[in-house]
DNA sequence: AACGTTTTCGGTAACGGTTCCGGAACTGTT
DNA sequence: AACAGTTCCGGAACCGTTACCGAAAACGTT
């Protein structure tokens, strides 16, 4: 039976509508044995309520939306299926949205929140940089994740992730420490705080420190329209570098995936991994630790980094809380495709 | 400005309600100038209709749900992508839904069904069996993706897949047409058709045909409680088949992820793949093709299997088309995890 | 017993759309 | 000019729920 509403449920209790959605609803108006009763009634019936209608009368869905840009990244599944488990214990529904690399995420957001009256966003991936107007269009709170975002620029919004920068000037000196002075890397460019820019910024940082200068003839960006962090763009980016020429005993690919392309590049360029060119990726998936050669990597707590999400969306959402911006620290794992410099 | 209704609409326009619905709706009843005046006005104040309104009225929700057991499979999250983006085409709603592995996955699609009043449902993954009488109590259409199921059995669904049982004894012929004999497999124990079961027939039956008995010594099966299709599972699993001392020289993980977790516990027993053992996945991940070995595998045509499950379960709710079921052809990608036998 | 207070409940108006129904305005026919 | 037929539109009922308001019942107080 499909067709079961508020009102049968009334009638089979000989109650009124209004106290069957206060039982529901644990309101205060109720005599503790009349609600009893009627949760028992609606179990026995199978009854779920409406969500359309107690939506349309909330003015409000008890729901988010995650937003992802490139939902085809292992990395951004594993962190989606947390928040999808999160929201789901608050009873809050979740809908997915993947945004294609060339849309605009905050017009899917904005039309989003107008058609199914959400009462948060979380982000996910991608660069996030957006002229402050239409910024303000967007009417619920929403959090940025796995984005860093200077906190003067973007006023009202939480954020949280990995201090991409540092981690990666860790990383790099990481390197540095091996003995490696010809470091190349991996990264995407973009104009804004994108995380590839911060981790190159990071990697910049590093090297400086040491006194070494910047050599952009050891850099290789993605080419935003055709690549991704995937194994393919990898593997296409170290062909590439290697057809340069330039020299480099350590190749930095900035994410995991990246790494494991560039290692099979090397490999069938004869070159031997860690031996004759270390790797480090970044992210810290699964795959590092059970590649060969293990890969070196910032290990990301994506699971903090998704309940942290969740938790601030949710405490904007009720205790309309200031924003706030969450840092995790970063985890370097040394592996086997790194080692010194010989 | 959020709080825009069609009211607001109809007096901008100087129109009744049942005019802007009519103008939205594309509604045979009215003069196109009107209409455009209105859609233009429509544009104009951004306004976007209410979904819940919407489906309030319609008594019907223009929305699918994609329940997944195990989104954490790498397998999973690209059929996820490529099924959002068929809804996504179609005007629908996609909710995703993890299923925990202990829940059961009809109860989840009852409550879904009854409290969202959506038109359709994918279920991803894991086995499907359940009593007709529950069964029949879905009232929506349902396609079965990447589960196969005996359309005898189950009566009234769709479903979409490769036949497991065949392409599993391929890839089982494949390896002792290049020697092996014993061949050691990794594989899920369930009573019923699952995808794990059916992977493991298909190994028996290429055995049988070429005359070699079936050692249970050589079938190491999953944990339901601990293990999954994951690097983990599989590095676990080899481990423990190693413990038994029974010899074999090819290794059929019937999982990419399997296999990989397979690869390095044997690597690490000083076990070399696949000079002293052969290893054989499925699924045919990305990752698989980067691997260090690449591994040897049977590609699904994840694409195709997903837009299949979308288009079935569309033709379905929209045609009221009887339920079909495709099966797609494997395909054996042979590369350098797996060699004759010396 | 009369009164205020509290507890518990039912009736009903929204929420924002869609759709049915009837009517006005226009067209063409006799 | 009278009429039927067509085109286009507005009014209003309705979808299932929640929340407000007022009332009945139960209780305590004097």
Do not use: W
Not at 72 to 80: A, K, P
Not at 168 to 190: F, P
Not at 224 to 249: A, V
Not at 300 to 320: T, Y
Request: charged share 30%.
């Amino acid at each position: 039976m499909s067709g079961m509403t508020i009102k049968d449920i009334a009638r089979r209790c000989k109650v009124g509508v209004s106290t069957v959605s206060r039982a529901m609803n644990n309101h205060p108006d109720i005599n503790p044995e009349t609600k009893e009763m009627i949760l028992r009634e609606i179990k026995k019936a199978n009854y779920v309520p409406n969500n359309s209608a107690q939506n349309l009368k909330r003015a409000d869905a008890k729901a988010i939306a995650v937003l992802v840009k490139g939902i085809d990244n292992t990395f951004f599944s594993e962190l989606v299926s947390v928040l999808e488990k999160c929201a789901h214990e608050k009873k809050y529904t979740c809908i997915l949205q993947r945004v294609d690399e060339m849309e605009d995420e905050l017009d899917v957001a904005l039309q989003l929140v107008r058609e199914k009256k959400l009462r948060g966003i979380i982000f996910l991936g991608g660069s996030f940089s957006h002229p402050k107007e239409k910024l303000a269009e967007l009417s619920v709170p929403y959090v940025l994740s796995t984005i860093y975002v200077d906190a003067e620029k973007q006023g009202n919004c939480a954020s949280v992730a990995v201090d991409d920068e540092k981690e990666s000037c860790k990383m790099t000196e990481y390197l540095l420490d091996l003995g490696h002075r010809d470091i190349a890397i991996l990264t995407a460019r973009r104009e804004d705080e994108s995380i590839g820019k911060l981790r190159l910024l990071g990697y910049q940082q590093a090297l400086s420190r040491h006194g070494i200068p910047f050599d952009e003839s050891l850099v290789c960006y993605m080419d935003e329209k055709t690549d991704r962090y995937s194994f393919r763009s990898g593997y296409r980016l170290t062909r590439q570098l290697l057809e340069r020429g330039r020299k480099f005993t350590a190749l930095y690919a900035t994410s995991d995936t990246l790494a494991i392309g560039a290692c099979k590049a090397l490999t069938e360029a004869g070159i031997r991994v860690p031996e004759d060119c270390s790797v480090a990726g970044f992210d810290g998936m699964d795959i590092g630790e059970y590649y060969n050669p293990g890969i070196t990597t910032i290990r990301q707590p994506v699971e903090k980094i998704a309940e942290a999400s969740a938790r601030l969306l949710f405490d904007m959402i009720k205790k309309k809380n200031k924003p706030g911006h969450e840092i995790f620290e970063g985890e370097l794992l040394v592996r086997s495709s790194t080692g010194e410099k010989r």
